[in-house]
């Protein structure tokens, strides 16, 4: 079904498996995709704004700098963009969590 419904024009079996590989890392962030929101709406009903603010930036920060590292020294492509994109959100996800702990939220 796959190869019917993906690979047509220019992408090939080879594609294929980057998006297999591709979506097997971006499914390593589904824990923190689903926490995030939760810990986001306490923050605003804490009116902690700076939280939410800080947490984003820093997941910026290491996704920036994770996927340069990924894409630009290791060369490890799409496969290495994802890869940085799941860290980021566990970043983001821990430091939530340690802000929200350390001002003693929720």
Known sequence: FIRLALERGKFNPENTRLVAHCTGYFGLSM??????????????VE????????????????????????????????????????ISQWGMLLASMALMGRLSIG
């Open 47 to 86: 009116n902690r704004m700076k939280i939410l603010m800080r947490r984003t930036l820093f997941g910026l920060m290491l996704n920036i700098g994770f996927g340069s590292l990924f894409l630009f020294k290791l060369n490890w492509g799409a496969e290495g963009v994802s890869i940085a994109t799941s």
């Open 31 to 44: 824990i923190p995709f689903l926490l995030m929101p939760a810990l986001g709406q306490i923050c605003q």
